[in-house]
């Protein structure tokens, strides 16, 4: 159990903290969905998801955490006995395989070395192999490494292909940019919990045109995540919703992108950029290596630090929970043990970064590993300094 008196920090890729007016909104009065004060909330939201998805598709929004809007994407999509691609570099990117397998879909699963990105040339190689594939199925942000892929790369070569790309960006939406018009992406799945600051309970499935003509001619085994009853709905004047919302969800939502369409989609990047590159440099003054040894400038999400041999890396989230008050992720699968993941995406600011990093040399010198007290602070200050930033203003 948790001390009363510690403080606590949570710095895990999801959920991720709350604005105090995000928390505040769902303690209001409840709401009846058909009502025109929600309808105006619910409008207000899909209009402001688009925004953030960087597109004119409409954002579908179901009560379900990210995983419903995978399966959503899967069920709409995939045709018994085809075969599929799901190109994975995590423990995340696994989900895409299990769903496809669910669906009976005849899967493909190319697994890049985990801490590695999926790279275009690979998938080249995987599409040319496998000729006649319609469908790739991949990440964007892998929050189990902390690789963010080349999205843009990757959807041109399965264009070439004939094929369409189906991602999961649900940690990666709004911290990472994703322009999904402009790159072509034609399905993009997302959830509430991570960047978008809200709680956990809404999924989004943003699909183009191509995507949703390929879902109407492939009718039947969904209901509740049917892609065409969803848009239907949503478009009509005013929107609609075929089922009951998370009222009190959808009102968290939508002040929470009240509050990124104040700041600025671009400055909110630019925000997520800073707190990772802080983080990195911290962890390399700790005499500590990233994950796959790739100092990958825009794992700007979650930052995955490899643990060194001679500790239990086991013990680090333990201590710095228990010890700190300070929540952080340990390595999932294959990397248990092995990493410690410190998010920064969403309700995050500079000295957030910087107490979680002072309790990770504290935990790190009490499992025996040596480094110089403040090293990892001091790089994080630094690269906080060098840009000029306010730090009560993160």
Known sequence: MANPYVKQYLMTAGPTPLPPAVSQVMAEP?????????????????????????????????TSSGTGALESAVAN?????????????????????????????????WETEWGHKIEPAGLEGQLAASPGIELVFTTFSETSTGIVNDLRELTEVAHRHGALIAVDAVSGLGAVPLPQDEWGVDVVVAGSQKALMSPPGLAFASANERALERAAQNPGRRFYFDWERTVSGQRKDPP??????????????????????????????????????ATREAARALDLELLGGVADENANVVTAIALPDSIDGGKVPKIMRERFGITIAGGQGKLKGRIARIAHCGYFGAFDIIVSISALEMTLRELGHEAEPGAGVAAAQRVFSDAGVALHCL
């Open 30 to 62: 409840m709401m009846y969905h058909r009502a025109p004060a929600f309808i105006e909330v619910y409008a207000r939201v899909l209009r402001r998801l688009r925004d953030v998805f960087q597109t004119s598709n409409e954002v579908q929004v179901f």
């Open 77 to 109: 999509l995939v045709k018994p006995g085809e075969r599929v691609l799901v190109a994975s570099c995590g423990k995340f990117g696994e989900r895409w395989f299990e769903l496809c397998e669910a669906y009976g879909a005849q899967t493909i699963h």
């Open 240 to 277: 609609d919703s075929p089922f009951t919302p998370a009222v009190g969800l959808v009102q968290a939502l939508d002040v929470a992108l009240g509050m990124i369409e104040a700041e600025g989609l671009e400055q909110v990047f630019e925000r997520h950029a800073l707190l990772g590159r």
